[in-house]
């Protein structure tokens, strides 16, 4: 089972900085909205989530830049997810819509967290196998 979604952004002229390119930290906001489609693409996004009694806040974010991003550049960011049965493990490319060039990769990593007690859990939840339609191994 392959779970993946993308979304195009034009990069904004606020998210540029003084060298003229993308700042750093605006990367992990791309990578959200890219995320966001993703889990709304099974029914479990943010507002689900917590419906559902849990949180699962990023612990672990990586992002390997290529080639920078610049003002106006049109970018497809694909969100493809690997792992959920422990963890939700989610990597990312972005490219360059024109060229299909690859920009940046990265990978975040969320647990669920239950928010009544804000206890972390050691295996995904069954409602989020029953979004994804896959039976717990």
């Known amino acids: 089972m392959k779970r993946e979604a993308q979304v195009l952004i034009k ?16 990367y992990a ?13 099974f029914g479990y996004g943010y507002r689900e989530m917590l419906e559902s009694g849990y949180i699962w806040p990023v612990i672990d974010l990586h992002t390997r830049y290529v080639k920078p991003v610049v003002f106006g ?20 490319l972005i490219s360059d819509e024109a060229s299909g060039a690859a920009m940046t990769r990265g990978q975040t990593v969320q647990v669920a967290v239950e928010a009544s007690t804000h206890e ?3 295996a995904s939840p069954d409602i989020l196998f029953e979004r994804l339609g896959v039976e717990r191994t």
């Open 11 to 26: 990069v904004p002229f606020h998210d540029i900085d003084s060298a003229g390119i993308a700042w750093h930290g605006h």
């Open 29 to 41: 906001k791309y990578f959200e909205l890219a995320r966001c489609e993703l889990l709304d693409s």
């Open 120 to 122: 972390m859990l050691l």
């Open 73 to 92: 550049q049109t970018i497809r960011v694909q969100a493809t997810l690997i792992e959920w049965e422990h963890r939700l493990k989610i990597e990312y």
